[in-house]
């Protein structure tokens, strides 16, 4: 017999966009107004050491995707997380219910960087992707249409009206749930 899994009660968002543009930000928020828990993917990579070492050029950790995957798979496709992390195209398209992208003008993302002491080289490789929209272009390949939306983070009104908006599709993806399972 199939291992099937059981349906959802609660959904897997991944919020995704270039370093910089909100994603903690945004996850932390809709964590505190929500059932949902906030799984900081470079925190987890850096505390369960899923990853092949230190990359000292880009001062960043290089991730054994293998290893993250095996350690997310029993969360992610059970529900009820929000996966922050900038890199969107390797999660199974099967636990994600929600692909959110974040964009920011790419002066007010280098302004973010700067503050964060990123090096030079990192700055202007983040904000080159940012122009080029490298993460909403990887969001749709990767990912059905309808499930990835993309929304502006650069002042507090638009955090606060982009949780709000997440927040609504939770409780309409709730209730399609809870009617399909009736029916
Ligand atoms: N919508 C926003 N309005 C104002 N400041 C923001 C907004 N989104 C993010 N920031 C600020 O930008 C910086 C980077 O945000 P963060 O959430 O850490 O980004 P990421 O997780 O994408 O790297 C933080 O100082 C945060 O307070």
Redesign the pocket.
């Known amino acids: 017999m199939p291992d099937e899994q059981p349906p959802r009660q609660q959904p897997t968002i991944l919020?995704t966009?270039?370093?910089?543009?909100?994603?903690?930000?945004?996850?932390?928020l809709l964590a505190q107004q929500t059932q949902l828990k906030h799984i900081?993917i470079?925190d987890l990579v850096k505390e369960k050491g899923l990853h092949e070492g230190f990359d000292e050029e880009w001062q960043s950790y290089t991730v054994d995707e293998d290893k993250l995957l095996d350690e997310l798979e029993p969360v992610a496709s059970a529900g009820g997380v929000i996966l922050?992390w900038?890199t969107c195209d390797i999660f199974p398209e099967r636990w994600i219910d929600l692909v959110v992208v974040?964009r920011?003008d790419h002066t007010?993302l280098w302004e973010?960087?700067e503050?964060?002491k990123y090096p030079l080289k990192k700055i202007q490789e983040n904000n080159e992707s940012e122009i080029m929209q490298t993460i909403l272009d990887e969001a749709k390949e990767s990912y059905a249409e309808e499930i990835v939306v993309e929304l502006?983070?650069?002042?507090?009104?638009?955090?606060e009206t982009?949780v709000d908006r997440i927040m609504t599709w939770i409780k309409a993806w709730k209730r399609d749930r809870v009617e399909k399972v009736d029916e």
């Open positions: 919020i966009g270039t370093p910089g543009t909100g994603k903690s930000t945004h996850a932390a900081n470079g922050d900038h974040l920011c007010v973010r960087l503050e964060r502006r983070s650069e002042s507090t009104d638009e955090l982009n």
